[in-house]
């Protein structure tokens, strides 16, 4: 029997003529071509720009730009606005994510456990949320966290007390939490079911012979397998909480003085840029922001996988 | 082997119970929707927003969604379409190409250009924006259409997707027998490997459907007249028209059109997923 | 001297006499005005303009022109609502293209757009001139650094707005002072504890508006040099009085148009509203359930002397980046003040023209909604009681972003409003010097 690698590896080598292989090698570059090309212009091409836009201060008013090397960069390390914003996506981080991942993972399992009834049916119901846009989804769970008509009202009714306050100071944070949950669980879980799917099945057929139990599988069998899959929702999703932007920035009508200018770096580059007109700062924060991240997904992204992709 | 064995264990009710709790969960907002969607306006603020009232008036909005301001909404969506079908479709082809060039070719650069492109996705999108948007105003691209199609033509999980699919699911022997009888670069491409992915060019395809649908930050910036809106770009402007002096509230509107915006996804993602769950569980087993 | 030189001599007479003539007859204080007949021109010669705003009425009023000028073609752009708009516009006059010929700018945005030179200084075509057709309080907002940068199109002076079945059932009597109307918010909410007399969860353009009611000027500027001093009596004036109402807690914690809001009007959870007279418009649109229970009064003073504030209101104006300007001066011109006037006061806009503002047929007007009131009488005074002197800063719109960051921490806790404008201060004052302006506090 052969055995069949989960985790993505290269090709063996083959017994084939050199000169074959290194023309091989090239032709690579056919199929990865047009992707890099649309990424140069999409993203490096403006990276670069940000970078070049860092290193400069402009008045917006009166013109007049100025090399200022990198006295932007000490500037933003030295903001109290940022490491505020800063310090709040990584508490979101450290909370969303695992729950978000946990219930997704639950959901996964359940769903490929052949133990569920209507599994179908789940599975489809549970995707619906990443369907619906951000907006709408900030529009719904809005309405949901009134406290004089929506759904908190009724619950505070009902406990006589005025308790569940989702869109005030202490709460804000744990609401958008939910909201962001809501949306990407369901994607996440997805991901995982795909994983869980492709595990050939001469592995449960190994498993069952051995005698393994439905919970021994899920062990020994699935977990190891979902791996992969495990690490990369993960970095995209830090990746996703660093950025976090969309919900926030709608629900800040809501509740403006809880969700202020600089809520997360993501919005306090927004705002810097189309509020403040400070082009060069916005673009300095940006950058502070992605390498940060890069970092941290990096530094994920080796810890997650044995063999390294 | 055991009667009730990990490949057939017997239906739990109690798994079915727990799971239907996150069902509610996930379902509660988008009830809310469905009830508010048959509401008037009128009836819209008077009335408990979790139970019917009023009258009930869901094919009237409907109506109205559609015929508001001109039909704004209609040409709304037919944006939609353009940008998913331009985006994603092209997406999914680029994703495709990389993924596939990554997994089965051993060219010099390989191992960067998966990590470039994932220290690309982690800078923030709004230090993009002003860049891209200064970028694309200088080639007159701004307030066009290919100015929300060309950014999405890049998915970074898409490609990462197709890379760990056709590491999996091509063998190499396959893609050998095919050259050795001649067949070039890219016949082997559009017949062999295309056949062996389709279940991941689905996933992919859904996912980028599903995200260029709802794109919303870039094309608030690139777009500065309704008539290149998408749907959700669009369906904001009719939600900021119930403030401040002048206001023209159409929040049965926005709830309508919210809906409306809902459904082709919930329906393209069932009809992917019959093809896709077909695909899967033949795709994976190798000899 | 030769006869030619007498002619020439006379001439020049003449012409420095027909500049003094035409300098004095415009009323402005500013540099020599031009004429209306390259508008006119222009208007004869026909061509395309691109037009951005957010008026209702604004599809109307196209039609309308372009019925009247079939050679001229309009494309009406809605491009978001004031802060949207102004941030693509801004984007754009950035990027050096793919801004409007025309576009509507509220008052307090103007002066941004104007001194960053972006806007077509309308006295090049005469249109000074009209100064005596607009309320007083509109014109002193479209004039900037003596340039003429929009004709006004309406005018917010602000009123009390009062939910009369709540106040009769409460036997609150209508506050004629600050000091009554913070009684009257104590008495109701102690009586009711479900109800408050006003909602207030914090906006920039109420705040400057109260300070501006109470005499203050915190915001001084010219080109250049910015003072700012949100502690000056004036403003001292409104957070002694407002400051009760905060700290009491006697502040509906609702959001100003939200959903809730809206119903909370409409059920009489909120019992009145000070804002500007633009108001009606959105009761009848969006609260349903109170017709026939709001009327309207003057806004209380703190002595009881009549004087209000302007709330909103906007103008349009011309872009530099426009292909044709003089076109553009012809829209603008005809929209605030030709034709396009009447179909703007028809679909409830609040005119800033006084021609319509004094019309018998306006102040005579019964609105049902308001119990059959006449309210354009009160409207109508109050446009007339406008505090003079106030002008708006440089970058007003960024200080209001920044506002909810500042002074909203003092609305979040039910603290004093002192600490939070000083918060602002700092803030404004900080950005503007790094914008490049010399800005002083205090």
Request: charged share 15%; with cysteine.
């Amino acid at each position: 029997m052969t055995s069949t690698a989960v985790a993505p590896t290269p090709a063996p080598p083959r017994r084939a003529a050199t000169a074959r292989r290194a023309r091989r090698d090239w032709r690579g570059w056919l199929f990865v071509a047009p992707f890099m090309l649309v990424f140069a212009l999409t993203f490096l091409a403006p990276i670069g720009y940000a970078f070049v836009l860092s290193l400069f201060r402009e008045q917006a008013f009166f013109g007049g730009t100025t090399f200022v090397g990198v006295d932007n960069y000490a500037q933003v390390l030295a903001d109290p606005k940022f490491w505020d914003s800063f310090q709040r996506v990584l508490v979101f981080l450290a909370v969303q994510v695992p729950i978000m991942l946990v219930l997704a993972l639950i959901a996964a399992l359940a769903i490929d456990s052949a133990r569920l009834h209507a599994a179908g049916f789940f599975r489809v119901v549970i995707f619906l949320p990443y369907a619906v846009p951000a907006v709408v989804a900030a529009l719904m769970w809005g309405f949901l966290y009134g406290d004089h008509f929506g759904l908190a009202a009724d619950l505070n009714h009902l406990l006589g007390r005025d308790v569940v306050k989702p869109l005030s100071d202490n709460w804000m944070l744990a609401s958008i939490g939910n909201v962001v949950t809501w949306e990407f669980a369901g994607y996440n879980m997805l991901i995982f079911y795909s994983a869980l799917k492709v595990i050939p099945k001469e592995q449960f057929e190994a498993a069952a012979i051995d005698g393994a139990g439905a919970f021994r599988a899920i062990l020994s069998v699935k977990l190891p397998a979902l791996r992969g899959a495990i690490v990369i929702a993960t970095i995209f999703s830090i990746i996703g909480s660093f950025q976090l932007f969309n919900e926030p920035n709608i629900m800040r009508t809501l509740a403006p003085n809880v969700i202020g200018t600089f809520y997360t770096p993501n919005m306090y580059a927004y705002n810097l840029s189309f509020g403040a007109q400070q082009y060069n700062y916005s673009a300095t924060v940006a950058i502070v922001m992605g390498v940060i991240t890069a970092i941290i997904a990096y530094v994920v992204q080796l810890r997650g996988s044995r063999k390294g992709m | 082997m055991a009667t009730f064995s990990v490949t057939r264990p017997r239906k739990s009710r109690v798994l079915t119970a727990v799971m239907a709790l996150y069902l509610i969960y996930t379902l509660v907002p988008l009830v809310w929707l469905v009830i508010n969607a048959t509401k008037t306006q009128p009836a819209l603020f008077t009335t408990s927003g979790l139970a019917f009232g009023g009258p009930f008036a869901l094919f009237d909005n409907i109506g109205e969604t559609f015929t508001y301001d001109d039909g704004i909404f209609l040409r709304w969506l037919g944006n939609t379409l353009l940008y998913v079908v331009a985006g994603a479709g092209g997406a999914t082809i680029l994703a495709t190409a990389a993924g596939y060039g990554l997994a089965k070719y051993r060219f010099p650069g390989r191992r960067a250009v998966f990590a470039v492109v994932l220290g690309a996705v982690a800078v923030p999108g709004t230090a993009l924006a002003v860049p891209t948007f200064l970028m694309f105003s200088e080639l007159g691209l701004t307030n066009t259409p290919l100015a929300i199609i060309i950014p999405s033509l890049i998915s970074p999980f898409g490609l990462y997707l197709i890379w760990v699919y056709a590491s999996d699911a091509i063998p190499d022997e396959l893609l050998e027998a095919a050259r050795i009888d001649g067949a070039g670069e890219i016949r082997i491409f559009l017949t062999v490997t295309l056949r062996q992915l389709a279940p991941g060019i689905v996933t992919v395809a859904l996912f980028t459907v599903v995200s260029t649908w709802n794109n919303y930050f870039l094309p608030l910036i690139m777009l500065s007249e309704p008539k290149w809106y998408p749907l959700t770009v669009g369906l904001n402007q009719w939600s900021a028209q119930a403030s401040g002096a002048g206001a023209q509230p159409v929040y049965h509107l926005v709830l309508t059109g919210s809906l409306l915006t809902i459904v082709p996804l919930v329906i393209a993602f069932l009809l992917m997923q019959r093809y896709w769950q077909s695909g899967l569980s033949a795709g994976s087993v190798k000899q | 001297m030769s006869r030619i030189h007498r002619r020439v001599k006379a001439a020049v007479a003449v012409t420095l006499a027909a500049a003094l003539a035409v300098g004095c007859s415009s009323g402005a204080d500013g540099p020599a005005t031009g004429s209306q007949d390259s508008v006119d021109a222009a208007l004869k010669a026909g061509g395309t303009i691109t037009y951005w705003s957010w008026t209702p009425s604004a599809k109307d009023q196209v039609a309308a022109f372009e019925k009247e000028f079939p050679n001229v073609k309009v494309n009406y752009v809605n491009a978001g609502t004031n802060k949207e708009q102004y941030t693509k516009l801004q984007n754009a006059i950035k990027a050096g293209s793919g801004a409007p010929d025309v576009a509507q700018i509220e008052y307090y945005a103007l002066p941004q757009f104007a001194l960053t030179d972006s806007l077509a200084n309308l006295d090049q075509y005469g249109f000074g001139a009209f100064e005596k057709d607009y309320a007083p309080s509109t014109w002193s907002s479209v004039r900037v650094n003596n340039g003429l940068y929009g004709l006004p199109q309406d005018s917010g002076p602000m009123a009390l707005f009062y939910n009369k079945e709540v106040f009769d059932a409460h036997s609150i009597a209508v506050p004629k002072t600050w000091d009554e109307y913070v009684a009257a918010a104590k008495k109701l909410h102690t009586a009711d504890p479900g109800k408050y007399l006003t909602s207030d969860t914090g906006d920039p353009g109420f705040a400057t508006s109260m300070i501006w009611q109470a005499g203050g000027k915190p915001f001084v500027s010219d080109a250049r040099n910015v003072k700012i001093n949100l502690a000056d009596a004036g403003t001292k004036k409104w957070t002694t009085t407002w400051n009760q109402l905060v700290e009491g807690k006697l502040l509906a914690p609702i959001k100003e148009w939200s959903d809730d809001w809206f119903r909370a009007l409409g059920d009489g959870t909120i019992a009145s509203l000070v804002t500007g007279a633009w108001m009606p418009g959105n009761f009848k649109s969006s609260v349903p359930g109170g017709a026939g229970k709001w009327a309207v009064a003057p806004m209380p003073t703190y002595d009881g002397q009549p004087v209000t504030a302007e709330n909103g209101g906007s103008t349009q104006s011309v872009l530099k980046q426009s292909g044709n300007p003089a076109l553009a001066a012809a829209f603008v011109r005809w929209l605030n003040h030709g034709n396009g006037v009447k179909p703007f006061i028809a679909s409830g806009g609040f005119p800033a023209t006084t021609a319509d503002l004094n019309s018998p047929a306006f102040l005579d007007q019964a609105d049902p909604y308001f119990g059959g009131q006449k309210i354009n009488q009160v409207l109508n005074d109050a446009s007339k009681n406008v505090a003079k002197g106030w002008t708006y800063l440089p970058y007003q719109t960024y200080a209001n972003s920044v506002f909810s960051d500042t002074v909203g921490k003092a609305y979040l806790g039910g603290t004093s409003l002192d600490a939070g404008l000083n918060a602002w201060q700092q803030a404004i004052v900080d950005y503007g010097n790094q914008q490049g302006f010399t800005v002083s506090a205090g």
